[in-house]
Each structure stands twice: as C-alpha cells, then as structure tokens.
C-alpha cells in the first residue's frame, strides 16, 4: 500500500473514530416534530435506483445473505455533502463507493441510500449483509441518509423517503413488523405533519442504542 493510500487511510480510521466518540458525547434529539400546513403528507411506493443506474462498478459480490425478516433497520449518514437531484446523489452514491473499493477492497457498506430528491439508491440490496457496524451486519438492513448531521436536522423529505422504504420491505417481508430501528451517530430529524405512521415509527426507535 503507497504511503498517500497509508495516509487517506489512516484519516479515515480517526474520522471514523471521533464519530463513534462524538455519538455518545453529543446526544441531540432523535425526533422532534414540527408542525405545518404547507408541507405535504406524502406516503408514497419507494422509488429506486438501480446501481447500473447510478453508475456503480461491477459489485464484489463477497458478503453472507442475509436472512430475512430481519429484526433491525439501522440509519447512517454518509458524512458527505448532501445532494437534491438525480444527478448529484448518483455521483455521491459512486463517490462513496468508488472510495471503499480503492482503500478499504470492500463494497459501498448500505442497503440502501436515501437523497433529497427523495429516491431510493439501491446498493446491496435487500438479501445481502450490510458492512458498517460490527454485531448487526448480519440482522439488519443498513439505510444510509445522504449528507452529513451532526449540527443539522435530517430534511422531511429524506425520513419521508426511508419510512416508505421500510413500509415496502416490510410488506414484501424484508423487515419484521416488530423491528428496532437504531441511529448511528444518534441524529436529529424533524418531521412535519404528524399522522399515526410516523408516531409508530418514532414508538419503535430503540434509543438504548443511539
């Protein structure tokens, strides 16, 4: 491994470590909500992306499958700049998996990707193991939220998305109808509109993990 490649490396383990850190010292909100009358209420069939169609390169194919139901939904954030149209999430989308590959010889690690244009980029898909958090690879499915949240609110449109994505997985039996869900780092996201969905989505957070 070239010394830059050791370097970038390295970067990303201290990154990735003051990450873990930071989620346990900054403990903001996970949900809080919002009220409006302009916003709409939509609760709509996912649409997704197809990797061929956001521009991935051959997948390496070399994860366990995962059995399904599975008994958790985990969200992540990509911890890069947030994206609102087709376009921009499919480059951010093969940014990051273009990196994992060069660095780390692994896959894009999510499910799933959620952008804020409110599509669905399919990664490894419902059936095969995600690769970012150690103990519940082998039992969830791994959402990740385009952008980065750490000081910020996750926009309506991203957690709109994600809930019509489990509402799919669950229905297609993809996702147990009793699954936790888990933020990792913890994240705040505001939703506006409140109906009966999303408080049964806010009563199944398992917030002994965030």
């Known amino acids: 491994m070239s010394l830059m490649k050791k370097e970038i490396l390295m970067f990303l383990v201290v990154y990735y470590f003051l990450q873990f850190v930071l ?28 990797p061929e169609d956001w521009g ?3 997948a390496l194919n070399n994860t366990p499958r995962l059995k399904n139901p599975v008994p958790y939904v985990i969200f992540y954030q990509t911890n ?20 994992r590959r060069k660095l780390m010889h692994d896959d894009i690690p999510y499910n799933f990707l959620v952008g804020g244009d409110g599509l669905v980029y399919v990664a490894r898909d419902w059936d095969t193991t995600s690769g970012v958090t150690n103990g519940y ?3 969830s499915i791994g959402i990740g939220l385009i952008g980065t949240f750490f000081s910020k609110l996750i926009p309506d449109t991203l957690i709109r998305t994600a809930i019509n994505l489990i509402e799919f997985g ?25 109906d009966e969905v999303m408080k049964k989505f806010m009563e199944k957070f398992d917030y002994s993990h965030s």
């Open 23 to 50: 989620c346990f010292a900054i403990r903001p909100p996970f949900i809080y909500f919002q009220t409006s009358n302009n916003s709409q209420n939509l609760r709509l069939e996912p649409t997704f992306v197809n």
């Open 137 to 139: 690879n082998g039992k």
């Open 56 to 58: 991935a390169v051959s």
């Open 80 to 99: 890069t700049e947030e994206c609102k149209n087709r376009t921009q999430c499919s480059k951010v989308v093969s940014r990051i998996q273009k990196m």
């Open 170 to 194: 669950t229905r297609n039996g993809k996702i147990n109808e009793s699954a936790h869900y888990i933020s990792i780092p913890p994240m705040a996201f505001i939703v506006q509109d409140v």
